[in-house]
Nanobody
Framework: QVQLVESGGGLVQAGGSLRLSCAAS????????MGWFRQAPGKEREFVAA????????SYADSVKGRFTISRDNAKNTVYLQMNTLKPEDTAVYYC?????????????????WGKGTLVTVSS
């Protein structure tokens, strides 16, 4: 069992930056591929970024490539999402999730564990 707790959300102006963190409990954090997803009001949850167990491979949605960076620290059982050059369309609840698949096979339906989310609001 893995429990995930996100933090770092908040209100930021367009063009600004935020760093989200996701702290995981449990002894086997390093065996999970970790992903960030988001869900805007009235929309379906969508993939944002993923990182492999070792951190050596990453994957991003086209909408965030070049602006967001995912990283992880297995010693701290934590995964991060650095978000730069934020846009109003990035406004959403951001969720951390864990699964056992390739970063290129990440899907909402294939994740095993989810956090409760943290709200990011980008004002124009």
């Amino acid at each position: 069992q893995v429990q995930l707790v996100e933090s770092g959300g908040g209100l930021v102006q367009a063009g600004g930056s935020l760093r989200l963190s996701c702290a995981a409990s449990g002894r086997f954090f390093s065996i999970y591929t970790m992903g960030w997803f988001r869900q805007a009001p009235g929309k379906e949850r969508e993939f944002v970024a993923a990182i492999s167990t070792s951190g050596g491979r990453t994957s991003y949605a086209d909408s965030v490539k070049g602006r967001f960076t995912i990283s992880r620290d297995n010693a701290k059982n934590t995964v991060y999402l650095q978000m730069n050059t934020l846009k109003p369309e990035d406004t959403a609840v951001y969720y951390c999730a864990a699964g056992q698949m390739s970063v290129f096979a990440i899907r909402v339906s294939t994740m095993d564990y989810w956090g409760k989310g943290t709200l990011v609001t980008v004002s124009s």
